[in-house]
């Protein structure tokens, strides 16, 4: 069996709260993705805000 650490701390994973060692740790990683702690970043092109986006259907 291998010995699973918590990615944010390095403790080991407890199962209630995997991959994470606790709740603490889970919001930790939670609160660098959502921007509120130094952000994670995922490289590569940024992202065109209108790319998928609906267009008005035209009236007719």
């Not at 060692?21 to 889970?26: A, D, H, K, V």
């Not at 609160?31 to 490289?43: L, Q, S």
Request: aromatic content about 4%; some cysteine; charged content about 30%.
């Amino acid at each position: 069996m291998t010995d699973r650490r918590c990615p944010a701390c390095g403790r080991p994973t407890n199962a209630r709260h995997a991959p994470f060692c606790s709740r603490r740790c889970s919001i930790k990683d939670l609160a660098h993705w959502i921007g509120a702690a130094p952000p994670y970043v995922i490289e590569g092109e940024p992202a065109d805000p209108l790319d998928g986006a609906e267009t008005p259907e035209e009236d007719g």
